[in-house]
């Protein structure tokens, strides 16, 4: 008897998020989900009329490959999973793991070659712009234990989040992106924040549980050479296997000149993996009501209600600024009373304040509005 969560979950995968139609073929990448949820979703897969493509990974085994992947070896990865990806209409990313930091001993320079050679190519240049696809986590204890919940609590925190009303929360999201549509500069401040860009042109999308799940934000991407001032981040942040807090960035012409944190090292190593990586890809607003705190898992902490998130790095082709890199950094701030407030500025009018929206058209999407 599976169980009926999974169900529900695999409805919202199928039929809303990706919105299979009879005779597509969606890609399953399933690493370290259980077989029961797999089985669920190739059942969900059949009754649409599609066709399965299901991959089943490890994230122990694929610190091996990671690991001692010669240039070649990667290439040659890259090119079958590409291969994968071309034959499908639609894709699910499911991931669970029982260790966030599995891949933190994994060199640099096998990390540029996964990017170079699998990451970039297969799902940065095809996946995101050419299949319809929904990307997700699996409740773990090890999660549970990051959101500091039990893991009983955990999952019907994941299990809620995952599966709400998300044709409400779209709705009301047309006001939001109607708004950011018509609106030239953003200024956000806040403790150790003071920075301000446009938006003047860039599209503007709604992630209303088509792209992630859990979803929740309206994200665009600001002008590339727009960004001026500085932003402290207050969620902390896991990156290839290292967690980072305390993250400081200062900008200038919309690059990155100054970047501190608890490993400043590191994390200037990271923005120096290209170009492009100390300009910004993306802007966002976070919307989901049911997530209030940071977990380190950014398809969690990216949707916070009363959060922002301003991203180094590779812009998405639908909001694109003309940044290209292998890096796509989603750093979180969060502006609610009880991480120390902050604004958010359009055009000079007050649109949000310590997380709550103050204009009319938008209150719909406080967190009252939206369960």
């Given at each position: 008897?599976?169980?009926?969560?999974?169900?529900?979950?695999?409805?919202?995968?199928?039929?809303?998020?990706?919105?299979?139609?009879?005779?597509?073929?969606?890609?399953?990448?399933?690493?370290?989900?259980?077989?029961?949820?797999?089985?669920?979703?190739?059942?969900?897969?059949?009754?649409?009329?599609?066709?399965?493509?299901?991959?089943?990974?490890?994230?122990?085994?694929?610190?091996?490959i990671y690991r001692g992947a010669t240039e070649e070896a990667m290439k040659l990865i890259g090119e079958v999973e590409m291969e994968k990806m071309k034959r499908a209409d639609a894709y699910i990313g499911m991931r669970g793991s029982y260790n966030i930091t599995e891949h933190s001993d994994v060199p640099?320079?096998?990390?540029?070659?996964?990017?170079?050679?699998?990451?970039?190519?297969?799902?940065?240049?095809?996946?995101?712009?050419?299949?319809?696809?929904?990307?997700?986590?699996?409740?773990?204890?090890?999660?549970?234990?990051?959101?500091?919940?039990?893991?009983?609590?955990?999952?019907?925190?994941?299990?809620?989040?995952?599966?709400?009303?998300?044709?409400?929360?779209?709705?009301?999201?047309?006001?939001?992106?109607?708004?950011?549509?018509?609106?030239?500069?953003?200024?956000?401040?806040?403790?150790?924040?003071?920075?301000?860009?446009?938006?003047?042109?860039?599209?503007?999308?709604?992630?209303?549980?088509?792209?992630?799940?859990?979803?929740?934000?309206?994200?665009?991407?600001?002008?590339?050479?727009?960004?001026?001032?500085?932003?402290?981040?207050?969620?902390?942040?896991?990156?290839?296997?290292?967690?980072?807090?305390?993250?400081?960035?200062?900008?200038?012409e919309g690059k990155i000149v100054e970047a501190t944190a608890s490993d400043t090292a590191s994390l200037n190593k990271i923005l120096d993996t290209d170009e492009g990586a100390r300009y910004t890809g993306e802007f966002a607003i976070g919307l989901n009501p049911y997530i209030t705190r940071p977990m380190?898992?950014?398809?969690?902490?990216?949707?916070?209600?009363?959060?922002?998130?301003?991203?180094?790095?590779?812009?998405?082709?639908?909001?694109?600024?003309?940044?290209?890199?292998?890096?796509?950094?989603?750093?979180?701030?969060?502006?609610?009373?009880?991480?120390?407030?902050?604004?958010?500025?359009?055009?000079?009018?007050?649109?949000?304040?310590?997380?709550?929206?103050?204009?009319?058209?938008?209150?719909?999407?406080?967190?009252?509005?939206?369960?």
């Open positions: 008897m599976y169980d009926p969560r999974m169900m529900k979950l695999a409805d919202v995968l199928v039929g809303y998020s990706t919105g299979l139609k009879e005779g597509e073929t969606i890609y399953v990448e399933a690493f370290d989900i259980p077989e029961e949820m797999v089985e669920v979703l190739v059942d969900r897969i059949y009754k649409a009329g599609g066709i399965p493509l299901i991959s089943q990974k490890s994230n122990r085994v694929l610190r091996r640099e320079e096998k990390w540029d070659l996964y990017k170079k050679y699998w990451w970039e190519p297969v799902h940065i240049r095809w996946r995101v712009p050419k299949t319809r696809w929904v990307v997700l986590r699996w409740p773990t204890p090890s999660m549970a234990q990051q959101a500091e919940m039990s893991t009983e609590a955990f999952e019907e925190f994941f299990f809620r989040t995952c599966t709400m009303d998300y044709s409400k929360m779209s709705a009301a999201m047309d006001a939001l992106k109607d708004l950011m549509e018509r609106t030239d500069e953003v200024v956000i401040k806040g403790p150790g924040t003071d920075i301000r860009f446009s938006i003047k042109e860039i599209p503007v999308i709604k992630a209303d549980g088509h792209l992630n799940l859990p979803d929740g934000e309206v994200f665009t991407a600001p002008v590339k050479d727009s960004v001026e001032g500085v932003i402290s981040y207050n969620a902390p942040t896991v990156y290839q296997g290292k967690i980072f807090t305390d993250v400081r960035l200062r900008f200038k380190k898992d950014i398809l969690f902490d990216e949707k916070i209600a009363g959060s922002i998130h301003l991203t180094p790095g590779n812009a998405y082709e639908n909001a694109f600024n003309g940044n290209r890199s292998r890096v796509h950094w989603d750093l979180v701030l969060i502006q609610t009373k009880e991480w120390g407030g902050g604004e958010i500025y359009f055009d000079g009018e007050l649109i949000r304040t310590d997380g709550i929206f103050v204009v009319e058209e938008l209150l719909p999407l406080n967190p009252e509005n939206l369960k």
